[in-house]
């Protein structure tokens, strides 16, 4: 069975303070690895897609990697309005999007 | 501006009395999906539709109805709400095969 858990379920950050958020994943036929930012009261925002081990994509001060087993998000010298959940989800055989329960961040100036 | 619109944001209603939740998107995307959010579950999806006349089962499908008669609206129904339907709902849309998907602001249901 597909499976995606992330950690920690909260994470909080100094303004500045460097940190990465781990999602790890348990799935047949890795097709695609996706990183979305979920805002109080609103609906995700796609951030990533990642397709296979070693890859990396940045925006900001996100850089998300992928690895067999885990995908992680780090974030460089964050300031508050990085404020948010961020959501994993995995693609693999079955062709649906399975999503794991999310990191909520917070970051205090 | 290309988005997902979803209403109502909030819905407050009794056990047994049908509703319905409009979907509407601008961007000509073929797919089109509706989602459950609840604390500590996630995301799970209840339908998807991959085209217009073409829809499918999710994970959490019982108690839902969903149609697919025009390419840019994906109806969510509701014909007996019960207390267990209580929760955060997102609708979202797609190009088919790609899963960067444009999610609505999301309807909080209460069912009592």
């Known amino acids: 069975e597909d499976q995606v858990t992330q950690s920690p379920e909260a994470l909080r950050l100094q303004e500045g303070e460097s940190s990465s958020l781990n999602c790890s994943y348990t799935?047949?036929?890795?097709?695609?690895l996706f990183w979305y930012r979920q805002d109080p009261g609103k609906g995700p925002e796609f951030l990533f897609t990642?397709?296979?081990a070693g890859e990396e994509k940045e925006k900001e001060r996100l850089k998300a990697t992928l690895t067999k087993k885990e995908s992680f998000l780090h974030i460089t010298a964050p300031k508050p309005e990085d404020s948010a959940t961020y959501l994993c989800?995995?693609?693999?055989?079955?062709?649906?999007?399975?999503f794991g329960t999310g990191t909520r961040l917070q970051v205090f100036p | 501006e290309a988005q997902v619109t979803q209403n109502p944001r909030y819905l407050i209603t009794v056990t047994g009395k049908k509703l319905t939740v409009t979907c509407s998107q601008n961007?000509?995307?073929?797919?089109m999906s509706w989602y459950r959010q609840d604390p500590g579950l996630g995301l799970r999806q209840i339908y998807y539709?991959?085209?217009?006349?073409?829809?499918d089962k999710g994970d959490v499908p019982e108690g839902y109805k969903v149609s697919r008669k025009e390419k840019r609206n994906f109806p969510l129904i509701l014909e007996s709400p019960s207390p267990n339907q209580t929760s955060l709902y997102f609708c979202?849309?797609?190009?088919?095969?790609?899963?960067?998907?444009?999610f609505g602001s999301g309807t909080r249901l209460t069912v009592v």
């Open positions: 990642l397709y296979s």
């Open positions: 989800a995995v693609l693999g055989d079955t062709d649906k999007l399975i």
């Open positions: 539709s991959m085209n217009v006349e073409v829809t």
């Open positions: 961007m000509n995307h073929e797919y």
């Open positions: 979202a849309s797609s190009r088919v095969g790609t899963y960067g998907y444009t």
């Open positions: 799935v047949s036929g890795l097709r695609g």
